[in-house]
């Protein structure tokens, strides 16, 4: 009876883990929104991909610790983690990054400045190409 115990206690500990886990790995997702900015569509294809994932980590951790049976300590065990990281690290982490992005854009607009210049001349050079190639086919 008291492995039985250990068994539940053991997994209740895990889904804690595991619920700080998954709000990490959205922090992280939160972080590359700041850092690159994305249109609608591809937040909801990322926040798709993240609820997936979750699926698959949280089907998977019961079926290793638990035999594949749903207890209800176990979800509650992964809410406590998301709300114990959420009003811990989660809250720190986002201060110092927010704090950090610009800085971090400005060292990404000097590292891709020749980028810039470059695509500039590029188009420039293709724009000039279009229309002497329109210029050609309306002498024809």
């Known amino acids: 009876m008291a492995e039985l115990i250990y068994e539940e206690m053991n997994l209740f500990g895990i889904c804690v883990v595991l619920g700080a886990f998954l709000a990490f790995v959205y922090d992280i997702i939160r972080i590359l929104r700041l850092l690159i900015p994305h249109k609608d569509i591809f937040v909801d ?16 951790t019961l079926v290793v610790y638990n035999r594949g049976a749903l207890r209800a300590y176990a979800f509650f065990g ?13 809250k720190l982490i986002l201060y110092i990054v927010r704090k950090i992005v610009p800085y971090w854009k400005k060292c990404f607009c000097i590292l891709f400045k020749p980028y810039t210049c470059l695509r500039g001349v590029i188009r420039k050079m293709l724009k000039n190409v279009v229309s002497e190639v329109k210029i050609a086919v309306k002498g024809r």
Do not use: N, P, Q, R
């Not at 294809?45 to 998977?60: G, P, Q």
């Not at 992964?78 to 989660?90: K, P, Q, R």
């Open 45 to 60: 294809i990322e926040d798709l991909a993240f609820w997936l994932f979750t699926a698959w980590m949280v089907f998977k």
């Open 78 to 90: 992964m809410i406590l983690g998301v709300v114990i990281y959420a009003f811990s690290l989660s």
